[in-house]
């Protein structure tokens, strides 16, 4: 079984940046991101799950969404079979907690085409 475990995450004011990391561990983690789509989601408070972003495993491929567009980079180093978020300009409706995900299909918004979930970190971004 594979985990993903972000880091990364913590207290940033409006107009700064931050990076998240999630790395595969575990039974088969050495070839999981070059073999999956990874992605990142993030859920506010009394929200729902949203998508921010999303990498192919070749990483010729990357989808975001518009709330993100321009200010978040997805990246990927699958040697060392971690994935990143780049995240700059930051604004506190960026505030959540950071989910990443995988998929054996190609980047999709969809939620529910993401078999593997992270627990989690939280980014807060003040005012």
């Known amino acids: 079984q594979v985990q993903l475990v972000e880091s990364g995450g913590g207290l940033v004011q409006a107009g700064g940046s931050l990076g998240l990391s999630c790395a595969a561990s575990?039974?088969?983690?050495?070839?999981?991101?070059?073999?999956?789509?990874m992605a990142w989601f993030r859920q506010a408070p009394g929200k729902d799950r949203e998508f921010v972003a999303a990498i192919m495993y070749s990483g010729d491929m990357t989808l975001y969404a518009d709330s993100v567009k321009g200010r978040g980079t997805i990246s990927r180093d699958n040697a060392k079979n971690t994935v990143y978020l780049q995240m700059n300009s930051l604004k506190p409706e960026d505030t959540a907690v950071y989910y990443c995900?995988?998929?054996?299909?190609?980047?999709?918004?969809?939620?529910?085409?993401?078999?593997?979930w992270g627990q989690g970190t939280q980014v807060t971004v003040s005012s």
């Open positions: 575990g039974r088969s983690y050495s070839t999981f991101t070059s073999t999956h789509t």
């Open positions: 995900a995988a998929s054996v299909l190609r980047p999709t918004y969809s939620r529910g085409n993401y078999n593997y």
